[in-house]
């Protein structure tokens, strides 16, 4: 029974604009790995994640959470870690310690300190603030990491490999174009992202292009 379960597709529980979604996405493209999508719309219903159906998947009521090895598993950082022990090809931490502390300094700074501060929980209690305030905490972030990123790019973030220094970047510049944020000021954060936004792993789990994206936000 307990092989049939680890050759189950993944299910990775999201939602199209969620950033964090994508992150698990776009490694499990980088990693080809089929997985089936189930949609956790967070606006619907007064939001499909406070659930209990949803709270008993993932108690802290957040997407993603992927079912994977016969094991739920919530946190995309988390997720896409344990991706990156079980699948290690093609890798997604580069083999030298130095640079691989350099991919969890860039990822740490986004989904510590960029995007809680303006995901959609945080917004909805900030109110009619609330542009203003994600602009302020994504350009917070994006003024340290453009010098960071200025040392350690190559073609990619962490020089000439796509890591998951990469897999953070895109969604949250995606996040920071929805609140209008000039990007202008970060050179080096734009150009990696107009780079990465071309390759597949990155176009195909675009929230534009995803299965539960509403018919007048596809592309």
């Not at 130095?98 to 986004?110: H, N, T």
């Not at 994504?138 to 790019?153: H, S």
Request: net charge neutral.
């Amino acid at each position: 029974m307990h092989a049939m379960a680890t050759h189950a597709k993944p299910v990775l529980y999201g939602y199209f604009r969620s950033s964090c979604s994508w992150r698990v996405r776009i490694a499990f493209a980088l990693k080809g790995i089929e997985y089936e999508q189930k949609s956790v719309n967070l606006i619907k219903d007064g939001g499909q994640q406070l659930t209990d159906q949803f709270k008993a998947i993932n108690p802290m009521q957040q997407v993603p959470a992927v079912t994977i090895d016969g094991i739920t598993l919530s946190q995309s950082l988390a997720i896409i870690q344990y991706i990156e022990e079980t699948r290690p090809e093609p890798r997604l931490l580069p083999a030298d310690p130095k640079q691989r502390g350099q991919v969890r300094i860039i990822c740490d700074i986004i989904a510590s300190g960029i995007q809680p501060l303006q995901n959609l929980y945080v917004l909805q209690k900030i109110g009619a603030d609330k542009v203003q305030w994600a602009q302020h905490f994504i350009n917070r972030g994006f003024e340290a990491l453009e010098p960071i990123l200025k040392q350690t790019a190559g073609k990619y973030c962490i020089g000439d490999e796509i890591s998951m220094a990469d897999i953070c970047l895109v969604p949250q510049v995606y996040n920071a174009e929805r609140f209008k944020v000039d990007m202008s000021q970060f050179p080096t954060i734009r150009r990696l992202n107009q780079t990465l936004i071309e390759i597949d792993a990155f176009k195909a789990t675009h929230p534009s292009c995803q299965p539960d994206t509403p018919d007048d936000l596809q592309a």
